[in-house]
């Protein structure tokens, strides 16, 4: 039991010692895993570009394609809690593998797929390889890796995470354009196999608990429950918030969760240990992440909506437009790492999100007008202040969890890193459109007969259109729907600006987070947790 009483499975299966401090990183085994998590991650945005072609291809609505998404995006979220378990019971090494090739096997299926549907299915079985990648790979970084260069590692693993979904939509536009959809697929095959080769060479197998008994009754709730919270989540916005459908999804999505939380408090060996949750560090670096996810969702999701429905950019050039920001990123989190590894998480976290924040707050402030350039060095300001903050905050939660519960505690950290990814977005969306309707009554309200400026503007129009050879009512209505459009993309212009103000605030509130990450803190809660968990942690120093 994870708690001050014995347990004997752990007893017989004792955790290898911890990786001495003077030990060198293992940098072909931490490559290798930068490759699954990249590969897993870029996945997961590259396909967006080809959903357009898809729906020719294969002649199906926008809410048939809208699955091919969202099935993936469900899968993962089911499978990532039970990774800690799976890793525990089987070596993470060896779900590594599993996940590897499971998503490669989906990938190559992808590739051979003949309708929406096929597709769909085959998205599952990838998402099952793609979803367990992330949560057992930073399970193993912590085993290898040790403690006093676990920043640097990490930093160099999280290029994957930021810098993956921006490559996506650029690398997947180049492949759709100038090759075949299937190429966002078949890319991955040789990738994959290369990995697993690598895998089984280079990576040493993590303590396996053979007695472990799997929570089944917790593996039904939390699937349940996740399943449930992300599809409402997904859906939330097409189907209306009120509707019966999403209120009944929630109500069971919260249900479920809070019987899988009552389960996992009275079981000897959780699914998920809630009892982590008592360290306040680790607690303080899940809310944390969980508010930077949504800063990171802020740009990546509405700046290329900016960008296509606004700016008119195509999707090449939107990604070519983000992939400065990724650049940067990926340089600044090695660095972050580094100085993790010296001064901890707080400087790094109160300098980098109150840049996030301050540059997030000035998002406000761009127009129709905002230049390519402009835009692309504000975005990469922003990520400097990411760079900096993003991989710290999670890594001084973990740095205070037990190495025999890294698997755990990894599966919690990405399960709160999924959850609010979605909630991030379908919030962000919500705002949005309620302040897109509240602009257009505004900006209708200010365009009328008895306006000064809106009749001039309307004959002006009009005799553009006289001039360009139409005549009569057709140049009288073309001159109506030329200001009603000219209203609608100012309006959604203001929304997106509102948008940007509302998630600044939100982002806001990691600062006083910030306190309880100080690196004295993390170092007290360390060796508490340590303390508390001696007796069934005999050879494992962490």
Known sequence: MLNKQDNPSRKQNQPSPTPPESQPIPWGALMILVIGAFMAILDSSIVNVALPRFMTLFGSSADEIQWILTGYMLTSGVVVPITGYLGDRFGNKRMYIWSVAAFTLGSMLCGL????????????????????????????????????????????????????????????????????????????????????????????????QKNLKPDLIGILLSSAGCFALLLALSEGQDKGWTSQYIVTLLIFSGFALCLFVLWELQIPNPLIDIRLLKNPVLSASLLATCITTIGLF??????????????????????????????????????????????GAFWLGIIGMSLVVGVTYYLHTLSLDTSYHHLQAILSLRAVGLGLA?????????????????????????????????????????????????????????????????????????????????????????????????????????????????????????????????????????????????????????
């Open 113 to 208: 797929a003949w309708s929406t549907q096929s597709l769909t299915v085959f998205r599952v079985i990838q998402a099952v390889g793609g979803g367990m990648i992330i949560p057992v790979s930073m399970a193993m970084i912590y085993r290898i890796i040790p403690r006093a260069k676990i920043g640097l590692a990490l930093g160099i693993w999280g290029i994957a995470a930021i810098m993956a979904p921006a490559v996506g939509p650029t690398l997947g536009g180049y492949l759709v354009d100038h090759y075949s959809w299937h190429w966002i697929f078949t890319i991955n095959i040789p990738i994959g196999i290369v990995a697993i080769m690598l895998s089984m060479v280079y990576l040493e197998e993590t303590p396996v």
């Open 298 to 343: 802020s740009a990546v999701f509405l700046i290329p909506i900016y960008a296509q429905n606004l700016l008119g950019y195509t999707p090449m050039e939107t990604g070519l437009l983000m992939m400065p920001m990724a650049l940067v990123t990926g340089i600044m989190m090695p660095i972050s790492g580094k100085l993790f590894d010296k001064f």
């Open 390 to 542: 993003t991989m710290p905050l999670t890594t001084a939660g973990m740095n205070t969890v037990p190495r025999f519960l890294v698997g755990r505690a990894s599966a919690l950290n990405n399960t709160v890193r999924q959850i609010s990814g979605s909630m991030g977005i379908a919030y962000l969306t919500y705002v949005m459109l309620q302040r897109q309707a509240y602009h257009t009554v505004i900006l209708n309200e200010s365009v009328s007969v008895t306006s000064p400026v809106a009749p001039l503007a309307q004959a002006q129009i009009k005799a553009f259109l006289v001039g360009n050879g139409i005549n009569g009512e057709a140049a009288l209505q073309g001159s109506y729907s030329i200001i009603s459009g000219l209203l609608a993309r100012q309006s959604f212009m203001n929304a997106l600006s509102d948008t940007f103000v509302v998630s600044a605030v939100i982002i806001a509130f990691v600062l006083p987070l910030m306190f309880l990450l100080s690196k004295k803190r993390v170092e007290e809660e360390r060796i508490r947790q340590q303390a508390r968990y001696a007796h069934i942690q005999v050879g494992d120093g962490s």
